[in-house]
């Protein structure tokens, strides 16, 4: 099943759902695959190059499909935009349509056509050994010569007189070398072949797809016998799961994603012909999954899910548009200054314990009613950790547009390692259909942590600091996913905030370089900041947004634009002034205003504030209304600005959200407002 045609099945599914005529799509073409299945000679001019989609749909025009349908199928033939994908995509429809009614679809090769009920008895037979209920097409193969062979997914079931009488050639021979036998005795054996040759049980062909384990140990097997694997194929070890990683000449190395007490040296393998995947859709928004898109809630089974690869390419170039949406993360500090747009990959950085991701948290329930879906992936954290996030989120009701991944610090490696690739699926689900989606990496030093144990486990070659040399890969790949699409992709866009932590705050180390360097900017926090109580501890110096003002709208751009420099300036005069306590009014101004702005600027954590408010706080800090307040009245002094305006003046704050502008006429009332706010509050202090 190649990628293309799967993709474009699932629309089609997803389209016959959506106008209510799923079962009229299903059984117009069943027929259409039932007849190119019997009919050799319809089938090879449906699979030839040498005819166009309109030559084939006259072809079949005797077969009495519906026009609706045929034309719809066409259609998406069409938009694959590769020759002769005809059968494939017929073919992979009802793959994708059994697999959501719980059935397993398969082949039934025969010489001649069978009849319902021989095909009836055959999937019950093949259902008593999968353990699931089957679906089977007829196909018709001349070269079985007689029997028939049965295959769903990797499974084979031979009973055709080809490859009986091909074990029989193989027996002959056998019997012969070890033997010796006269005549008469091989004459003997050759009857007794012939005499048992109606009576031989269907074998399972297992040489390409089935394996056994050779070795296994801290989560790493070694897989004999699986010679048609592909890098990042799911292997089934009973009801385990592994995920190929090195491929060798005659082993396969694999890590397990699951049931790692239920596999030993000699389990079974068998490989699924798939990469693996994970669940995405709507029903995910309030859950909380592991890194295999299995609930670890309590709310049941997810319904109504489709399934995508975990690892995908990233949108290429013509496939993006410039960013140029804000992303508000509700905090100040960073809306101000360090600007997120939709589509930006912005960094997190800093020391243990600075505030990393209350900042995350900060900014998903930032989105609440903005249409914005959220995906948290927790990576290498304490369970108790993300169940209090996961808490928090319920209480301020953010649960209900994010999904939480989780491969805590007791998951095996292979977990951590694919949660984010997990995350990031989900996430492209919806930015595909045209929605806007945060995702947040808590965090990516655990991250490559968890790749550099895999990869000493399957003897890669390390490099610097023990990684190996495709660490950098891992990342980018990854970060690279995230985008803002074109409006002909449908404009949707996902935002990545990654987390990485780093020692003694040095970004200079491996993984934070490599990350800086992949990302739009970092946002850095500072822990003599945050021990100071400057929460969120950004430090304005070492932060920037590659993106800028593009992702600012213009009230904001107005209020804000000097503040990196006033801050600067306040920590350079700050520092000067230490030696002398003999201070010019300038001096004394760079100081006062510094100082206020930063009182201005600390926020409580779960406080996000909506953009138009910080609007109107940065405006009275620019016209210098904050700097004749006590700096421990200015909080206060805030919110009660706030909630004079928005109690009286209603009118301001919906032009700022209209019109995401401070027009003159809005400027001259901010400012009679505030300094008649100003002024009574200083009269009553």
């Known amino acids: 099943m190649s990628i293309d045609t799967r993709k474009y099945a699932q629309d089609l599914y997803e389209l016959a759902v959506h106008d209510d005529k799923l079962e009229l799509y299903r059984k117009e073409l069943e027929k259409l695959n039932n007849a190119l299945n019997v009919n050799l000679e319809l089938s090879n001019y449906f699979d030839s190059t040498s005819y166009s989609t309109a030559d084939k749909r006259a072809k079949i025009e005797d077969l009495n499909i519906n026009s609706e349908v045929l034309s719809t199928f066409f259609v998406m033939v069409n938009a694959i935009n590769k020759s002769h994908v005809e059968l494939q995509l017929l073919h992979d429809f009802l793959v994708h349509y059994y697999a959501r009614e719980k059935k397993m679809f398969g082949t039934i090769f025969s010489v001649r056509e069978l009849d319902d009920k021989t095909i009836a008895n055959v999937e019950k037979a093949i259902a008593s050994q999968l353990g699931r209920k089957v679906k089977l097409e007829n196909k018709i193969d001349k070269e079985l010569l007689g029997g028939i062979k049965v295959v769903v997914n990797n499974n084979v079931w031979d009973g055709s007189y080809k490859t009986k009488l091909k074990d029989l050639?193989?027996?002959?021979?056998?019997?012969?070398?070890?033997?010796?036998?006269?005549?008469?005795?091989?004459?003997?054996?050759?009857?007794?072949?012939?005499?048992?040759?109606?009576?031989?049980?269907?074998n399972i062909e297992s040489n390409d797809t089935m394996g056994y384990v050779t070795s296994v140990a801290d989560g790493i097997i070694n897989v004999s016998g699986v010679y048609h694997a592909m890098a990042s194929e799911l292997l089934e070890i009973g009801e385990a799961k592994a995920m190929v990683m090195n491929l060798e000449e005659e082993n396969i190395g694999a890590v397990l994603l699951s049931g790692e007490e239920e596999v030993a040296e000699g389990s079974i393998v068998k490989a699924t012909g798939k990469v693996v995947e994970i669940p995405v859709g709507d029903a995910l928004l309030g859950r909380v999954v592991n890194a295999l898109g299995e609930p670890l809630d309590d709310k049941g089974p997810l319904k109504n899910v489709t399934y995508a690869p975990i690892e995908a390419n990233a949108p290429g170039v013509l496939d993006r548009q410039s960013v140029n949406e804000p992303l508000e993360t509700g905090l100040m500090v960073i809306d101000s200054m360090i600007p997120i747009g939709k589509g930006q990959r912005e960094l997190i950085i800093g020391d243990r314990q600075t505030g990393k991701t209350a900042i995350a948290i900060d900014t998903i329930l930032n989105q609440h009613g903005k249409?914005?879906?959220?995906?948290?992936?927790?990576?290498?954290?304490k369970n108790s950790t993300v169940a209090q996030i996961v808490k928090r989120l319920q209480e301020e009701g953010a649960m209900s547009y994010t999904t939480i991944v989780m491969a805590g610090a007791s998951d095996l490696p292979a977990l951590q390692y694919i949660a984010p690739y997990a995350g990031t699926a989900i996430g492209e689900y919806f930015m595909n259909r045209g929605e806007d989606v945060l995702i947040v990496y808590d965090d990516l030093s655990k991250h490559a942590v968890a790749y550099r144990t895999l990869s000493l486990l399957l003897r890669r070659p390390p490099g610097r600091?023990?990684?190996?040399?495709?660490?950098?890969?891992?990342h980018s790949r990854l970060l690279e996913r995230s985008a803002k699409l074109s409006e002909e992709k449908g404009g949707g866009s996902m935002t990545a905030l990654p987390i990485v932590e780093t020692l003694a705050g040095d970004i200079s180390a491996y993984i934070p370089t490599n990350v800086i360097s992949i990302t739009d900017g970092q946002i850095f926090l500072q822990t003599e900041l945050f021990n100071s109580g400057n929460r969120p501890a950004v430090d304005s110096g070492l932060s920037v947004s590659r993106v800028g003002s593009a992702a600012q709208y213009k009230s904001m751009k107005k209020v804000s634009s000097s503040l990196k420099l006033d801050l600067a300036q306040y920590q350079e005069v700050l520092a000067f002034s230490q030696f002398g306590s003999d201070l010019d009014a300038s001096t004394r101004k760079t100081i006062n205003h510094g100082s206020h702005l930063i009182e201005l600027l600390k926020q409580p954590q779960y406080s996000?504030?909506?953009?138009?408010?910080?609007?109107?706080?940065?405006?009275?800090?620019?016209?210098g209304y904050i700097d004749n307040i006590n700096k421990s009245d200015v909080r206060k002094y805030a919110n009660g600005l706030l909630l004079e305006i928005h109690s009286s003046y209603p009118n301001i704050i919906n032009n700022i959200i209209e019109t995401k502008n401070i027009s003159n006429e809005i400027d001259e009332q901010l400012n009679r407002i505030i300094k008649d706010y100003t002024e009574r509050f200083n009269a009553v202090k």
Do not use: M, W
């Open 169 to 202: 050639k193989h027996s002959l021979l056998a019997s012969d070398d070890e033997l010796k036998a006269n005549s008469k005795e091989l004459s003997s054996q050759i009857r007794s072949h012939i005499d048992t040759f109606e009576k031989t049980n269907v």
């Open 371 to 381: 249409n914005v879906k959220c995906i948290y992936v927790a990576i290498g954290q």
């Open 465 to 474: 600091e023990a990684y190996p040399g495709d660490v950098f890969y891992l």
């Open 608 to 623: 996000p504030i909506a953009v138009e408010d910080q609007v109107i706080l940065l405006f009275a800090n620019q016209k």
